[in-house]
C-alpha cells in the first residue's frame, strides 16, 4: 500500500505560485509513476503532470506548471506560476506502477484557489 498526503494549496492572487508537495509512504516507490490531478468546481477530474522514477515528465499545463521528484524523500512537487483563476480546483497526487495503465493510488486532496 501506499499512502500519499498533499500539502502546499491555498488561497493566491491571479499571477502568483505555489508549490504543492505530496509525500509518499508505505513503500519506496521505484518503478512508480507519480501524478497530479486535479478536479475544478462542477467538473471532472483532469490530468495535470506525470513523472517516471527516472525524471521523465508529461505536462498538460506547459510552461506554467512543472512536477518535480525527490526520491530520497519520496515526495513529488508541483510548481505553479503564474496562476489563472481558471486554475482554481482541488488537486489530488496518485501513484501507479509503471505496468499499469491507471493510477492506484491517491492522495486525500489539497484546495488551490486563485482570486481575480
Known amino acids: 500500500q501506499v499512502q500519499l498526503v498533499e500539502s502546499g494549496g491555498g488561497l493566491v492572487q491571479a499571477g502568483g505560485s505555489l508549490r504543492l508537495s505530496c509525500a509518499a509512504s508505505?513503500?519506496?516507490?521505484?518503478?512508480?509513476?507519480m501524478g497530479w490531478f486535479r478536479q475544478p468546481p462542477g467538473k471532472e477530474r483532469e490530468f495535470v503532470a506525470a513523472i517516471s522514477w527516472t525524471g521523465g515528465t508529461t505536462e498538460s499545463v506547459k510552461g506554467r506548471f512543472t512536477i518535480a521528484r525527490d526520491n530520497a524523500k519520496n515526495t513529488v512537487y508541483l510548481q505553479m506560476n503564474t496562476l489563472k483563476p481558471d486554475d482554481t480546483a482541488v488537486y489530488y497526487c496518485a501513484a501507479r506502477h509503471e505496468r499499469h495503465t491507471t493510477f492506484d493510488y491517491w492522495g486525500q486532496g489539497t484546495q488551490v484557489t486563485v482570486s481575480s
Open positions: 508505505g513503500r519506496t516507490l521505484g518503478s512508480y509513476i
